[in-house]
């Protein structure tokens, strides 16, 4: 049974808009004008023989004086002394810690060129994300700080030591304070030299400020069980999840050990032992973990606590004072719904909120105390120490300097000149303050008002270590010596601290020399070698104890209902502002990396934007890409509109992250800051808004949206199930209920021999989050070029594997909103109730390859090993290739993106491109390219193999985005052996292959995507 | 029997002229052998620490034994010099002190004989070196001497082909002549000849051949013919070799040679391309695998101190002072293009191949020069060619075994494995 289920990437699909209908006839959006030419004053004006003979005779004079040139002579230089360690051509590892997660740092020549996971690692045991896998991209920024300043100039780092410290000793003595904000800061050395500091100057002060934090969450758990930590959650123990608005699987604490835990209750195989997590969601605007969810609930934000007390009253069978119904029957279903499936699943439960109110989290730790989720899914004695920031210790750091307390300021990993909620007050007070010294890599908005620029090192650059969650310590260690005249931040505050000790590396060893090392059972220089080849020390956990929440909730449910109420105001919007999954809280925002990674969810690239739901936006007569003004909290923006499915009605959704003003040439100017959206309201940050005014402003501001480019011209790719229908049938959905279709009977095409190894691929749709880490990753590893958000407007952008976000109705519950043809959807009015996959697409590496048997120079080939090879060299840029590919993953350079003016800000300058890998070749103007299934890395793997005389193991070759995977969701390997994961996988019922009826024999199988729906709607 | 006697004259002179010769070169080869054994000691037990004309760990012994005569004395301390030191010997203890009471090794294990080959060895040689000082006119006459001889030759061999030329010439007008003269004979005037000759002279002469030249149909087709196919074959040549630098050998800011070091010292060429057998690259070497001999090995030379001053090492004192060190940029002469992915230990360590198989008689080569086209080509035909030698290595088991079921019999060759697929060199 083929599903009829309609699958569109975007409205301007779903509508069939003729632009669109225009534009995806053809697979470049832009030709070549060449008809223009023909038409014009080319061929028919006067002269057209003296001309092209004119023209033949410049080009071929020039061709031939351009030919003319002397081979390059090239020098070969040698190391003067070779370290021991380096092969030249063969890459080190070394362990560090990227935010306290274990990862492998891959370098060659001495320098680092890649960041991989360390399968150790506890949290995602190798997978890393987007950010993390970009981050090695900023070591070699251009733009950091070269040289530390005085007052905006450079200045030698002994003048600067005797400049604070000559400050430092008279602000102490004038008995003014001291104030050290920093981010989060959880690793022990640096603790440690703090505290170093704070004794030296005891009018000193640490200050933890997290521009995104959790303060609503460490508050309620200091209220409910007086112990004020960030629990660590367990989604892997959990069968039951409810999450109002936490977005767990793309930004919500720790996002790659969630995604880790919660794909192994979902995964192929938990599915075969008939097992699968249920996950309802309900929030207001479409985020990562609301796509995976196997229900989704559009709420606005003022429902949500009301919808938490319905939800507590439900599970407790209590009624408290003030509680109402929820206005929107079918929400309030649902949670009636959801309490039941609680309650059901009692002690593997589990509610999570991404609300940063105190009540709020209060309430949610009284609904998970009865639950009996303490002790099981959520560790209140093991918690993370990911997020310690606290918003009221911000706030009343802000008074103390408007009036005037505070001497001294030291800005570490904190920018709030561009993220503080009042930036404008702060600025207005940081003047009163005598001096002011930044430790940031970049003149960041913070730096730009301090007297002294300190710049810190990269991480890459730096020694220490990390303590993210209880019992686990990893350590950073340097991969390349310091590129610029930049000093760790610790080893500044050592000397001005005037420490006994003089340098921060003694220090840590110093450190983890005293009792870290202990803890994981190492003494000595031997301990910490052997650390420093592990990465890291995990102690055993401790048990995990019940609490029991036991406080009156009377009070919270009153201020949960006040602070709903305060949110509705008339028919007003309401506004919501969230982290987008790749630019997070913005510090990494002059990463083009990042800013040219699509949004999982909107698919946007280059920008923030106002997501509304598209009943609203028709309502308002907008279209998308108009720039409204949005007036909230007495602050304003101007940003385009982008129809959102799933958006719920009533509400506009805005990311923090963006409208850096001083974060680089890359990140500058991109989008518009929403930090300033935020309000101070019962001790902590609110992340939403009564929108008081908000309408067009005439501009329009197309966004560049991936979403739509590469289209199948309505061909179905999806396939997917019910869990239901799943244990029935485990064949459900995939199109193979029966036998597998054999569309091979009939060929034109001869087989291709592969005796040995045939590389293949297995990606679960279920296990796929979609959170685009894998394209960064694929990025890194092979040299794909940044083209900006100019060239992705015009839908040229490089990336080699893209993650297609394809949204349906839902055709259950609802029976006369199930959608199937084209002519129904004009019949709908509610958009907010849709359903997501992701599915990755990349080179399918067909056997029977569409885009070889067109290329006239046979540049793209296939191989003996089941590859579909691409000679650039061979190429000649017919494209011809691109056109006949009924997957759309080929791309073509349009620019000499190493060597062209125009992408200087992205990869073109000798700097930056330090980066690039040295077993991949940059490609040239006029060349096709495509996924090559990180062939470097097959090569490799076979040579080790081979010179270790041994056969080669399976899952030995890992490729670039599979190892990046905190999901798993990519298995790759030799199908020619049985015995290999990716031969068992492509076994599975579930597998099938997209668009296999054209009998391309694609080498990649998907496993159809399941959904547990409740037994109510399936 | 006068002739006898003078065959007999003959025979005994020839027999008392080589007994002279053998005893005089027997007497020559004695004394030599003192001094050969003398240095080959010298060279396995002393040059650690010793230089004949340097000081190096320990005092240079060249000037050291010409200021020294007391050979019992010399053979007592180089054999032990700890009892002498114990038994404070004036002299001992002054050189002992001198050296910072550096110990020198006892070596009782040699013969006084052993001890006085070695002390002529080194006064021997202490010797030429100082002759070569004094006389450096005599070197640079020997150098130009050797260079003469092959000038001369290739001069000798213009000469013969010039004077080949002009005989050539000469018999043609000979034979013109003749023919002339045959003619007349038989009275068989040639008209236009006669013309030519009246008036005008030479130059008129000069147009008259030409146009009976190109009057010759058959001759100015031929020199066609012969001109395109030159030009032809010419061009058609040098367009293949557009970008192939087989022979390229650029000047290198060190006179390195590989004939000295791989051919005659027979160091192995892993020894310095370390890469060769575990990376992609074979790399330069750095300079302190120079240095592991070149600390004791020809300091004086001006090209070794190249390395030195690059290290920023002071022979001296022995010291490197790293603020003074500069890289030495070698011209690169083996240049694949960055799209073509070559690795060395693939072929190196795995194919089992020969350094000389791609670079060729590397051995041999006092400048290094590019052996091998290095075109796909030429790596296409050697992969078509080469049989993989999977013996020994547990990964070709399954793959051979794979191929042998395809092809019986057939030879696998490295493109059979598919080592001529795009994919294996281009990514």
Known sequence: ?1018 | MRSFSFIFKQFSRSVLLIVGFAFLGLSAAYAQTDAAKGETIFKSKCTACHKIDQIMTGPALGPQLTEETDDKYLIKWIQNNQALIAAKNPKALAIFNKFEQKAMTTFTDLSDADVSNVITYIRADWKTIQDAKNNPANNAGAVKAEEGPSGLVIWGLVGVIVIAFIVILVLNKVVGTLERLLLKNKDLVIEEEAIAVDEHGVAVDKNVLLKKILKNKKLVFFILLCGTIAMGSWGWVSLWNTNVHTGYQPVQPIKYSHELHAGTMKIDCQYCHSGAYKSKNASIPSLNVCMNCHKVVKTESPEIHKIYDALGYDPKTQKYDSTAAKPIQWVRIHNLPDLAYFNHSQHVKVGGIKCQTCHGPIQTMKEVYQYSPLTMKWCIQCHKRTEVNGKGNAYYDSILAAHDKIKKGEKVTAAVLGGIECGKCHY
């Open chain 1, 1 to 1018: 049974m083929d599903s009829n289920k309609k699958y569109w990437k975007g409205l301007e699909e779903l509508n069939k808009t003729p632009e669109f209908v225009e534009k995806n006839k053809n697979e470049f959006a832009e030709p070549i004008p060449i008809e223009e030419v023909l038409s014009g004053s080319g061929l028919s004006a006067k002269t057209p023989r003296r001309d092209f003979l004119k023209a033949l005779g410049f080009g071929v004079g020039a061709v031939t004086l351009a030919a003319c040139q002397k081979v390059p002579v090239h020098k070969s230089i040698p190391y003067l002394i070779k370290p021991e360690e380096v092969t030249p051509g063969v890459a080190n590892y070394y362990s560090s810690t990227y935010e306290g997660q274990a990862i492998l740092v891959k370098t060659r020549e001495g320098r680092p060129i890649k960041v991989e996971g360390n399968p150790n690692d506890v949290f995602a045991k190798g997978g890393l994300s987007a950010q993390a896998q970009a981050s090695v991209l900023d070591l070699y920024d251009v733009n950091r700080t070269k040289d530390p300043k005085i007052d905006g100039s450079d200045a030698a780092w002994p003048e600067v030591d005797a400049f604070v410290l000559r400050e430092l000793a008279a602000i102490a003595a004038g008995g003014k304070g001291i104030r050290i904000v920093t981010s989060t800061i959880h690793s022990p050395s640096t603790l440690a030299v703090i505290a170093d500091f704070v004794a030296k100057y005891p009018t000193a002060k640490h200050i933890n400020y997290d521009a995104v934090s959790y303060t609503g969450i460490i508050q309620a758990n200091q209220n409910s069980f007086g112990k004020a930590a960030l629990p660590h959650y367990n989604f892997d123990k959990a069968e039951v999840i409810v999450s109002f608005g936490a977005d767990f699987l793309g930004s919500w604490i720790s996002p790659e050990e969630f995604t880790r835990q919660y794909v192994s209750n979902r995964n192929s195989k938990s599915l075969e032992s008939k097992k699968m997590s249920r996950h309802i969601q309900f929030e207001a605007g479409m985020s990562l973990t609301g796509t995976n969810a196997d229900n989704r609930y559009p709420i606005k934000p003022s429902e949500e606590g009301v919808a938490l007390l319905s939800l507590y009253n439900a599970v407790a069978g209590t009624s408290l004072a003030g509680s109402k119904k929820l206005s929107n029957k079918a929400i309030d279903n649902a949670i009636t719904l959801a309490a039941k499936e609680l309650v059901a699943a009692k002690g593997k439960a589990l509610v999570v909120a991404g609300s940063n109110d105190v009540a709020t989290q209060t309430l949610v730790n009284a609904i998970n105390s009865l639950l009996g989720s303490y002790g099981s899914t959520i560790d209140l004695d093991n918690p993370s120490k990911q997020f310690a920031g606290n918003d009221q210790d911000f706030v009343a750091f802000v008074n103390e300097l408007t009036r005037g307390e505070v001497g001294a300021v030291l800005f570490l990993n904190a920018n709030p000149a561009y993220d503080y909620f009042k930036a404008k007050d702060f600025t207005d007070a940081l003047k009163k303050v005598r001096l002011k010294i930044s430790f940031s890599d970049h003149d960041d908005e913070t730096a730009l008002l301090s007297n002294v620029i300190a710049p810190n090192h990269h991480y890459l650059e730096s020694w220490g270590d990390a303590n993210a969650v209880e019992g686990y310590y990893t350590v950073v260690q340097p991969t390349i010596n310091p590129v610029y005249n930049t000093r760790q931040a610790e080893q500044s505050l050592l000397v001005w601290s005037e420490s006994p000790v003089k340098d921060y590396y003694t220090y840590v060893r110093n450190t983890w020399d005293k009792g870290l090392l202990a803890k994981g059972g190492l003494s000595g220089q031997k301990g910490w070698e052997e650390l420093l080849q592990k990465g890291m020390i995990k102690t055993a956990p401790l048990a995990a104890g019940t609490y029991t929440f036991g406080h009156e909730l009377n009070a919270v449910a009153q201020t949960i209902l006040d602070h709903s109420a305060s949110l509705v105001s008339g028919d007003n919007f309401e506004l919501q502002v969230y982290q987008s999954v790749a630019m997070g809280d913005g510090k990494r925002a002059n990463n083009p990396w990042l800013q040219e990674l699509p949004d999982p969810v909107s698919k946007v690239t280059w920008d923030n934007f106002a997501a509304m739901s598209l009943s609203d936006i028709k309502k308002l007569g907008y279209e998308e890409g108009d720039v409204i003004k949005i007036e909230a909290n007495g602050y304003s923006v101007e940003v385009p509109v982008l129809a959102q499915p799933g958006q719920a009605q009533g509400t506009i959704s805005v990311a923090v992250g963006y409208g850096r003003v001083s974060a680089g040439p890359v990140g500058n100017n991109v989008g518009k800051n929403a930090f300033p959206f935020y309000s101070f309201r019962n001790g902590t940050l609110q992340t939403t808004a009564v929108i008081t005014k908000f309408g067009k402003t005439g501009i329009i501001s197309p966004l560049a949206q991936t979403q739509t480019h590469h289209s199948y011209e309505g061909r179905s790719v999806i396939r997917e199930a019910s869990f239901t229908a799943y244990k029935k049938n485990p064949a459900a959905g995939s199109g193979n209920e029966g036998e597998h279709k054999d569309y091979n009977k009939t060929s034109l095409w001869d087989d291709h021999d592969r005796p040995v190894y045939d590389w293949v691929m297995a990606i679960d749709l279920n296990a796929c989050t979609g959170c685009g880490a894998c394209v960064v990753a694929c990025s890194a590893e092979n040299n794909i070029p940044v083209v900006g958000k100019d060239e992705v407007k015009r839908r040229r952008e490089m990336h080699w594997i893209r993650i297609d976000r394809y949204y349906s109705f839902n055709d259950h519950g609802n029976s006369e909103e199930a959608v199937t043809k084209e002519k129904e959807i004009a019949k709908l009015t509610n958009f907010d109730n849709v359903s997501v996959v992701h599915q990755p697409m990349l080179c399918q590496h067909c056997d029977h390859a569409p885009c070889e048997t067109v290329c006239p120079v046979l540049a793209t080939v296939h191989s003996s090993e089941g590859l579909n090879q691409m000679a650039y060299n061979r190429c000649i840029g017919t494209r011809y290739c691109a056109n006949n590919c009924p997957y759309k993953v080929r791309r073509f350079n349009w620019f000499n993106y190493w060597n062209d003016s125009r992408f200087d800000n992205y990869l073109n300058n000798e700097h930056t491109q330090l980066v690039l890998n040295p077993d991949v070749t940059t490609r040239f103007r006029g060349v096709m390219e495509k996924c090559s299934m990180c062939v470097q890395r097959i090569q490799a793997g076979k040579l080790k193999a081979k010179m270790e005389k041994r056969p080669l193991k399976d899952g030995e070759i890992k490729v670039a985005c599979q190892q990046t995977c905190s999901a798993n969701a990519i298995v790759f390997g030799n199908r020619n052996d049985k015995n290999s994961e990716v031969y068992k996988a492509l076994q599975s019922e579930r597998t099938y292959y997209v668009l296999e009826e054209l009998n391309v024999q694609p080498g990649i199988g998907y496993q159809v995507k399941v959904r547990n729906l409740s037994e109510l709607e399936a």
